[in-house]
T-cell receptor
């Protein structure tokens, strides 16, 4: 069965410090990968998605970047964190085949980031 | 992407059936309707997906009328553990279609009361 791992679970970082959040998927090949952010009491905001190694699409211009160095590894980074980067970050994957069901996304446990 | 509208919140007593309706007037021919559940400080979890008529699994039922402009998630005999936010999403989004995005709105916050 497929599993998705996301770490760390919580992170407290000072303003201006770098960030690296990692997500890995097991049990599937060539998945679509996604990074979302959820502010307190809000819906999910899609930040980045990737359909293959080295292929990253950004949905929202911001202080963050993403990379996919391996097929099942997705990394969210920042060179200098801002206060506004605080939030709940979620990684997700979906299968790339064309069968039913359509684009069901499976989420990791999330990382609670507090920038102080 | 089709826009969805669902109630912000709902309250229900334990043991009752809960129906959450989602409106999606601009749903496209190739769009599917998918519902997710999210508990606090956890990622959303897939509940059910459908295209038309009725779909049932061990967790919920999904009712979709013929015009597909709305859908209703039905949770039978809810318990306290069903207290969560429920999201209705509409989209196609498989590789090659050019639309990978799922738009999560604010969802419906369901509170189950003892």
């Amino acid at each position: 069965s497929q599993t998705i791992h996301q770490w760390p679970a919580t992170l407290v970082q000072p303003v201006g410090s770098p960030l690296s959040l990692e997500c890995t998927v097991e049990g599937t090949s060539n998945p679509n990968l996604y990074w979302y952010r959820q502010a307190a009491g809000r819906g999910l905001q899609l930040l980045f998605y990737s359909v293959g190694i080295g292929q990253i699409s950004s949905e929202v211009p911001q202080n963050l970047s993403a990379s996919r160095p391996q097929d099942r590894q997705f990394i969210l980074s920042s060179k200098k964190l801002l206060l506004s980067d605080s939030g709940f970050y979620l990684c997700a994957w979906s299968a790339r085949d064309r069968g039913f069901p359509k684009n069901i996304q499976y989420f990791g446990a999330g990382t609670r980031l507090s920038v102080l | 992407l089709a826009k969805t509208t669902q109630p912000i919140s709902m309250d229900s007593y334990e043991g009752q059936e809960v129906n959450i309706t989602c409106s999606h007037n601009n749903i496209a021919t190739n769009d599917y309707i998918t519902w997710y559940q999210q508990f606090p400080s956890q990622g959303p979890r897939f509940i059910i997906q459908g295209y038309k008529t009725k779909v049932t699994n061990e967790v919920a039922s999904l009712f979709i009328p013929a015009d597909r402009k709305s859908s209703t998630l039905s949770l039978p005999r809810v318990s306290l553990s069903d207290t969560a936010v429920y999201y209705c999403l509409v989209g196609e989004g498989y590789a090659g279609a050019g639309s990978y995005q799922l738009t999560f709105g604010k969802g419906t916050k369901l509170s189950v009361i003892p």
